[in-house]
């Protein structure tokens, strides 16, 4: 338990630490501070999008863990939909990659039934509709990933799913450009926003517009 707390003071921005100390302290009964140390993970990267395939969202499969031990099980149910959408997305990212598009479409649509506020597999539709020429299909689905990834980060931004390529295409930033700048004059004090709208300009090689909206993001968190 002491190294994992040197590992957590060394780095307030990696969630692991906190995930491996909340497992620790599931396994000594201590469900209280395992549930704080599963939601303050959740708050820096609740993707936890850097790491790899079926590697992701520890912190909610901790939680929900938590959550049912602590008799919850509505919120335990809804943890273990997150999960569930997420391994359905992989498969169908891995049909898509060997040309099974049809299939990784459908499989697609149903990740979104278990848990519908994924911007990641929201964006990843979107890709694969434009892909098709289904231009009326992806903006709806476009535009429900832009709403979703302000508040899909937390304090690190970790794209998840390679979504890093979220606003390539004149569609995309045109969706982004609206929803974001409409989110913003809903919420300026939201850092997440300004972030993204800073990662859009530069996107859009406007590199000063960018530098603005990344320093607002800096000054607000």
Same mark, same amino acid.
């Given at each position: ?19 491996w ?5 599931v ?6 501070e395992?549930?704080?140390c599963?939601?303050?993970a959740?708050?820096?990267?609740p993707?936890?999008?850097e ?6 969202l520890r ?14 099980k ?9 999960l569930?959408s997420?391994q359905?997305?992989d ?16 499989l697609y ?7 519908a506020?994924?911007?990641c597999?929201? $964006?990843? #539709?979107? !890709? *694969?509709? /434009?892909?098709l020429? @289904?231009m009326?299909?992806?903006e709806e ?27 390539q ?20 004090q ?15 090689n406007?590199?000063?517009? $960018?530098? #603005?909206? !990344? *320093?607002? /993001?800096?000054?607000? @968190?």
């Amino acid at each position: 338990m002491a190294k994992l707390d040197e590992l957590i003071a060394r780095d307030p921005f990696e969630e692991r630490p906190l995930i491996w100390k909340a497992k620790q302290l599931v396994k000594s009964g201590n469900l209280e501070e395992a549930e704080k140390c599963a939601r303050q993970a959740i708050a820096i990267d609740p993707t936890d999008g850097e790491q790899g395939p079926s590697r992701r969202l520890r912190a909610y499969a901790t939680l929900g863990e938590i959550r049912e031990a602590r008799g919850d099980k509505k919120e335990a149910d809804f943890l273990k939909g997150v999960l569930t959408s997420v391994q359905h997305s992989d498969k169908a990212d891995r049909l898509h990659t060997a040309g099974l598009i049809t299939r990784a479409l459908k499989l697609y649509e149903e990740s979104l039934t278990h848990f519908a506020d994924a911007y990641c597999i929201q $964006a990843r #539709l979107a !890709f *694969r509709m /434009a892909e098709l020429g @289904d231009m009326a299909g992806a903006e709806e689905h476009y535009r429900r990933a832009y709403e979703l990834m302000p508040d899909s980060f937390g304090r690190v931004e970790s794209y998840c799913f390679g979504c890093e390529g979220a606003f390539q295409g004149s569609q995309a930033q045109g969706i982004a450009e609206r929803v974001f700048t409409k989110l913003a004059k809903e919420s300026p004090q939201k850092p997440q926003i300004h972030y993204l709208l800073g990662y859009l300009r530069s996107e859009q090689n406007r590199d000063r517009e $960018a530098l #603005l909206e !990344f *320093r607002e /993001a800096v000054k607000l @968190d």
